[in-house]
């Protein structure tokens, strides 16, 4: 039996958060059966409400699967959990991986943020085009505070974000954005070079407005490019260097 405990406050939260750090560590297997319940429950030293809770939210982020007979089975989150996933992970405090997931996020958000600015060209109405040229423009003439300029960055994305007109787009660039996602916010003097191009974003707004699709589309990826290699070097194959 292990000797760690739960504490009384928020129990099923907690034993959630133990139960999917195993999962996501490899310590509990894909297709392997979960603990019973009543084994939880005498492990962790809590009620079987408290286990049958955090079991349901692990089924709800698609880290286990639970029969008609009660049997509960791990999955591979890699092919079942969502993105909602990310926001737990960037949360996960001492979880030991073999991904980065700062590298993984701006990664995203750098191809999210290109095909944006390329829909943003095609669909924008010509205030949107307009306010993003302003915002740039406005852009330039702030800083040097980092963190200001980091603000009125994210603000002038989502002029770009919106102005694609894709919902799904959006919906994720507020979820990248969102205070919550620590794993996101990369401490802004790793992205220096990126909020300190005045002229790579000037250069954008000013494609945006011309209608250029595929202009607009590789200015924004070598923007947000530059972001990625400063907060991540290249992974290192599983046992080091050869």
């Known amino acids: 039996m292990t000797e760690q405990r739960i504490r009384r406050e928020a129990v099923s939260d907690q034993l959630f958060t133990l ?14 059966a979960l603990t019973a319940e009543r084994d939880l429950a005498a492990e962790f030293g809590v009620n079987r409400h408290a286990v049958r809770e955090a079991v349901k939210r ?3 982020a698609g880290l ?3 029969s008609h007979g009660g049997r509960t089975r791990v999955l591979d989150w890699r092919r079942r959990a969502g993105l909602d996933l990310a926001l737990q992970l960037a949360q996960s405090d001492g979880l030991s991986t073999s991904y980065d997931l700062s590298r993984d996020i701006l990664e995203m958000r750098a191809s999210i943020g290109a095909d944006a600015a390329r829909l943003c060209a095609a669909r924008c109405t010509e205030r949107t085009a307009s306010e993003i040229v302003g915002a740039a423009a406005a852009y330039a003439h702030r800083g040097p505070d980092l963190a200001d300029l980091a603000a009125a960055d ?33 401490p802004v003097e790793l992205r220096a070079t990126e909020l300190l191009d005045m002229a790579g974003h000037m250069k954008l707004a000013a494609l945006i407005a011309s209608r250029d699709e595929k202009g607009a589309e590789a200015a924004a990826r070598a923007l947000l490019a530059r972001s990625v290699p400063a907060a991540h070097p290249t992974r290192e194959p599983e046992g080091g260097p050869a």
Not at 19 to 32: E, M, N, Q, Y
Request: charged share 20%; no cysteine; glycine share 8%.
């Open 19 to 32: 139960l999917r750090d195993r999962v996501l560590s490899g310590a509990l297997a894909p297709g392997t």
């Open 58 to 60: 692990l089924q709800q």
């Open 154 to 186: 994210v603000a002038w994305w989502r002029l770009i974000v919106e102005g694609s007109e894709n919902i799904a787009y959006l919906l994720a660039f507020n979820t990248l954005v969102a205070d919550r996602f620590t794993a996101g916010e990369v």
């Open 64 to 66: 286990v699967e639970v």
